[in-house]
């Protein structure tokens, strides 16, 4: 199957600092590409939808101050999280679209980012 | 709203005891139903796309099947490699492609 690539894949930060992970597809492009939360025991939950020179469309809920994407070329998407807390530390999981669109969403190896 | 509910939470299998692994889900028109693996510590590995209901796919030892209400995964004569969390997914008919409702997941436990 297609690769998506994450990095890094854990962080451990002070509260109060930012932290950025990419995104990367490695064997095509993708023009969505999709993050993703998930806590211990619980479901993946959508965060938002990142479009290739455009704006990204959060969802309910999600902070877009707070976690900032930007998917400035066609394999490269970063999700920062700005003055991380606590409650921040999360696994964070990207995905892409090939170009078989929806069909075919491949994930990322995922993030693991605490917070102290 | 649309919502997955995978059973059981956890399932600890024998080594060649073979089993079946539920997903019913409730959606408002249904793009497809999605099948992955999920490691410890990784990201979901992707397993079956199911479009419509009857369809059946086999992957090794694995078989998803699809209802108008839920799918199965059906593990036959599983190993130890097999043990993982087998997380269900649905996209919706309306929204976003790529936006995924994903169940918690069954964590399966094969022991030799």
């Known amino acids: 199957g297609a690769v998506v690539s994450q990095h890094p894949s854990w962080v451990i930060c002070k509260s109060g600092t930012s932290v950025k992970i990419e995104c990367r597809s490695l064997?095509?492009?993708?023009?969505?590409m999709f993050w993703y939360r998930q806590f211990p025991k619980q479901s993946l939950m959508l965060m938002a939808t990142?479009?290739?020179?455009?704006?990204?469309?959060?969802e309910q809920g999600v902070e877009k101050d707070k976690f900032l994407i930007n998917h400035a070329s066609l394999t490269l998407s970063t999700l920062t999280v700005t003055s991380a807390h606590p409650e921040d530390s999360s696994f964070y999981i990207c995905?892409?679209?090939?170009?078989?669109?929806?069909?075919?969403?491949?994930f990322g190896e995922g993030s693991r980012l605490t917070v102290l | 709203e649309d919502q997955v509910t995978q059973s059981p939470e956890a399932l600890r299998l024998q080594e060649g005891e073979s089993s079946s692994l539920n997903c019913s889900y409730t959606?408002?028109?249904?793009?497809?139903l999605f099948w992955y693996r999920q490691d410890p510590g990784k990201g979901p590995e992707f397993l079956f796309t199911?479009?419509?209901a009857g369809e059946e796919k086999e992957k090794e030892r694995l078989k998803a099947t699809l209802t108008k209400k839920e799918s199965f995964l059906h593990i036959t004569a599983p190993k130890p490699e097999d043990s993982a969390t087998y997380l269900c997914?649905?996209?919706?008919?309306?929204?976003?492609?790529?936006?995924?409702?994903f169940g918690k997941g069954t964590k399966l436990s094969v022991k030799p």
């Open positions: 995905s892409a679209m090939t170009g078989g669109g929806w069909r075919e969403l491949f």
């Open positions: 997914a649905v996209q919706p008919g309306g929204g976003s492609q790529g936006n995924l409702i």
């Open positions: 064997d095509f492009q993708a023009t969505t």
């Open positions: 199911l479009y419509s």
């Open positions: 990142s479009n290739e020179g455009s704006k990204a469309t959060y």
């Open positions: 959606v408002s028109g249904l793009r497809g």
